[in-house]
């Protein structure tokens, strides 16, 4: 495996950090202000690296810990850059039971980088998630929202294989 885990510095694009600060003007001083603003943050940025949950924090006046808590702890936040192509595993107690441990193994082992990280060039990020819900089509895997469930590890190959070509 060619890297077991990618540390990409947080750089915004042109623009980014401006959307923030008007996403935080126009809910500074609102209650239940965080989860949209988190929302909203990682529709501008793709994940939620610290430097945006520090500005998120300062921009509402809370506590750093008030901010990571939120984002910790809720599913549907990344603090991980995300590839162009994305790779969810469930792990969900009945993904769990039937084998999605070997499932996401051998998307790693495809892919070339660990669970919550990407790809050197970017291409592939890998998540082990909670459960999605799907818990009848066990074990699932989802590749940039297509879902594939009755996995079985020998079956991952082929279906990357597209998504690397394509």
């Known amino acids: 495996m060619p890297n077991t885990k990618t540390v990409v510095p947080f750089s915004a694009a042109p623009g980014q950090l401006e959307k923030l600060d008007a996403v935080i003007a126009g809910y500074k001083g609102k209650p239940g202000a965080t989860m949209p603003v ?7 940025f793709g994940y939620l690296p610290e430097e945006v949950q520090i500005k998120i924090a300062e921009g509402l006046g809370l506590s750093l810990s008030e901010v990571y808590g939120v984002v910790s702890f809720y599913t549907q936040f990344s603090v991980n850059p995300k590839g162009r192509k994305q790779v969810s595993v469930c792990m969900g107690t009945a993904c769990y039971v039937k084998g999605a441990g070997e499932i996401l193994e051998r998307v790693e082992k495809k892919i070339g980088c660990k669970a919550g990280s990407v790809t050197e060039d ?14 009848g089509l066990a074990p699932v895997m989802i590749v940039d929202g297509d879902v594939y ?3 079985s590890p020998d079956q991952v190959d082929g279906i990357l294989e597209k998504y690397m070509k394509g």
């Open 38 to 44: 988190l929302q909203e943050a990682q529709e501008i």
């Open 122 to 135: 970017g291409q592939f990020s890998i998540d082990a998630t909670r459960c999605i819900g799907a818990c």
């Open 149 to 151: 469930g009755r996995l």
